[in-house]
């Protein structure tokens, strides 16, 4: 009782003002809400924005300009992900705040958590796994309940009714046949046709892949990363892209996001931030390719300004042919006593690539412009959110990595909510083979989890070279997994390495140990967590982890360096030999480089369909089954802080008040209120 009654005590003194800065930091943090809410497979976190209030007047009105730019986006990744799903969002949100039926009915609840679902996969299909949502509200009650609603309040298009809009949408809804898959990958299928994404119309997987091979110069060194930033349409038979940009595709949300870069730009920290933001804009307005290779070899060399951000057309894992970028953006400043680890990474990025298990003729022999640090996030938006990654490195374009360099980042702050979020939650307790390796876990994992994903993003995306004359899209959808697949391999071998050791970055030759159980556990077992019965694995990041885990479980079979042990009736991963479990990711390492190096679609083909796309359906249901007790959500996602502009009497910018009340609902609800465009 007297250490409760002290605590209270020295809580109310700092909150009074007494105490030092770094105290009411810690009392913030300790009081600070991780867990937000849980709804079907989801989680909903909080991130903390800690060092903020640390930026100039100068940083954080940056900070905030950018935000905006980012959160103006919003609806473009919703209408990429497939093109009913605004329209379906609107009309959901409509019934939601204006039904004036009982709320209370299971009915509108079960249209409550698909509501919840649409916001977090940014449409109705799910974020990670890609299938459709099944409602568990009937389309009866759904034609009800939109006829109470003030159709003032509904998306109809020019001259249309309620019923019409209802005829339009329900068999999309509800019709588990049409557009079943948002990204489909399915080995044999005609993938354009298939996929429910909005980056193509009319036309077939063949057509498509013939409009864009023959733009491509296989003597073209520097060449555009073709279909990026468009849409391919076919209309009275003739195909051509719809360009992203002001005046084109999308062209009311990039004028806001425009809009907004132009005010960053005039509080930029740097000439060099400065010149990155004017060419970025110019590249809006124009939707030129080559002007986007201009703008990302700024961005990458634009290292001396601590905020910083990605705001575009990025990553091209949801397009089932592995080219367009589906719109993202982070806004972020840089954790300089964190960023310490990662600077050690990238000094000797060429040490690891010559020392790597890869064949010489498809190593970089002069590693090039690779920075590294660790982010604070200060906004997620489009493909980063709810759901972000916790790395990320670019440009993805080789050859501007092979002559300019790239940025990898780690995201400090959501790792440490995710951490935080996850402590004391019974998982590892329940899969974890024994109190050996969940001791390991314990003592080493924060750390190696973070190691991982440094060496991940800085080295193994930056690392090997493509041959003259080989096609950057040759592995086609296979793509995505494989090079994933390759830079967490070039990570897992040299986590093991006495190199970290000598370099500070691991405490001792056992910490390795922790990341090899978890990723092998992970690869083979847990993510399946995230599959639904009778389903094959269809994530780019789920599939990588699949191949990693399963072709080193087979390949070591012979010596038994890994098995799935039986004790007690449960399945468990256990592993008798870390090192050789090291040289066998060493041999996919280099075979998973000479694929990339080469084009070699046939082995990617091979390697992704027979490892890394199956489900053992034994395996599968013990693995639901058990972690089915601990009452766990599988997925993780984010509500943003939020920002405020603070000034004085006469309008000028005094301060950047950051907060962190709101929550998932009310988030969602103003984001789709207060940046609408489309």
């Known amino acids: 009782m007297m250490k409760q009654i ?13 105490g030092n800065k770094e105290q009411k930091i810690a009392l913030d943090n300790q009081n600070f809400k991780y867990i937000v809410e849980k709804f079907a497979d989801l989680q909903i976190l909080r991130y903390r924005v800690n060092g903020f209030e640390e930026l100039s007047l100068q940083q954080k009105e940056l900070v905030y300009y950018l935000t905006e730019a980012a959160l103006w986006g919003r609806d473009i990744f919703y209408d990429q992900n497939g093109k009913y799903n ?33 916001w977090f996969s940014s449409g109705i299909h799910h974020h990670y796994g890609s299938e459709k949502f099944v409602p568990e509200f009937s389309e009866d009650f759904f034609r009800k309940a939109i006829a109470t609603v003030d159709a003032n309040n509904l998306p109809l298009a020019d001259g249309q009714t309620v019923e019409q809009l209802c005829d339009e949408i329900c068999p999309v809804i509800f019709n588990p046949d049409l557009l079943p898959m948002r990204t489909n990958q399915a080995d044999g299928e005609d993938l354009v046709l298939t996929s429910a994404v909005n980056f193509y119309e009319g036309l077939t997987q063949a057509e498509a892949e013939e409009f864009y091979n023959k733009m491509k110069d296989p003597k073209d060194e520097t060449p555009v990363s073709y279909g990026l930033n468009s849409k391919l349409v076919k209309k009275n038979g003739r195909i051509y892209e719809d360009t992203y940009k002001v005046g084109g595709m999308y062209s009311p949300a990039i004028e806001k996001i425009v ?16 010149a990155v933001i004017a060419k970025l804009i110019e590249y809006y307005q124009t939707g030129d390719l080559k002007t986007f290779d201009d703008y990302t070899i700024l961005w990458v060399k634009d290292l001396n300004s601590r905020v910083d951000f990605t705001n575009g057309f990025t990553e091209t894992y949801d397009d089932p042919l592995g080219m367009k970028g589906t719109w993202e953006a982070i806004v972020n400043f840089k954790d300089m006593e964190a960023t310490r680890r990662t600077e050690t990474i990238s000094r000797n990025a060429q040490w690891f690539e010559d020392n790597s ?25 489009g493909a980063l959110y709810p759901s972000t990654a916790i790395g990320i490195n670019l440009p993805n374009s080789n050859w501007v990595r092979a002559q300019h360099g790239s940025k990898s980042v780690t995201i400090g702050n959501i ?86 050791v000598e370099l500070g970055l691991t405490p001792d030759a056992e910490a390795y140990k922790s990341q090899y159980y978890t990723y092998m556990m992970n690869g083979l077992m847990t993510q399946l967590v995230r599959i639904e019965p009778g389903k094959n694995i269809e994530e780019a990041h789920m599939r990588n982890r699949s191949f990693v885990a399963h072709w080193a479980f087979e390949h070591g079979k012979a010596d038994n360096v890994v098995e799935l042990a039986k004790k007690d009736g449960k399945t468990y991963v256990k592993i008798n030999d870390y090192q050789k479990l090291r040289h066998l990711f060493g041999e996919l390492l280099a075979e998973v480089q000479r694929i990339k190096s080469t084009g070699d679609y046939e082995a990617a083909r091979r390697l992704i369909e027979d490892y890394g796309v199956k489900v053992d359906p034994v395996l599968h249901q013990e693995v639901l089954e058990r972690y089915k007790k601990l009452d766990l959500a599988p997925y993780k996602g984010f509500v943003n802080p939020k920002y405020e502009l603070v000034k004085d009497a006469d309008g000028n910018v005094t301060d950047v008040k950051v907060t962190y009340e709101e929550s998932y609902v009310e988030q ?11």
């Open 86 to 118: 605004l329209r379906i969002s609107r009309a959901l949100e409509a019934i939601y705040t204006g039904y004036k039926g009982d709320r209370d009915n299971a009915e509108f609840k079960a249209l409550e958590v698909y509501l919840k679902r649409v």
């Open 415 to 500: 790792t440490d909510a995710y951490n935080k979020a996850a402590h004391g939650n019974g998982f590892n307790e329940e899969f974890v083979y024994s109190q050996e390796e969940l001791d390991r876990i314990n003592k080493y994992a924060d750390y190696t989890d973070e190691l991982h994903t440094d060496m991940h993003e800085c080295l193994g995306h930056a690392s090997g070279k493509l041959l003259p004359g080989v096609d950057p899209d040759a592995l086609k959808a296979y793509s995505s997994p494989l090079e994933e697949g390759r830079a967490d391999l070039f990570a897992l071998y040299y986590l093991a390495d006495d190199k970290l």
């Open 668 to 678: 969602m609800l103003r984001y789709s209120k207060d940046y609408r465009t489309l």
């Open 6 to 18: 002290i605590y209270v005590l020295t809580a109310l003194a700092l909150l009074a003002g007494c």
């Open 357 to 381: 298990p890869v064949d010489k003729q498809f190593k970089k022999e002069n590693v090039k412009g690779i920075s590294a640090k660790v982010i604070t996030a200060s906004i997620l938006s």
């Open 259 to 274: 809009y907004w870069l132009q005010k960053a730009e005039g509080v930029a920290e740097t000439p060099e931030q400065k």
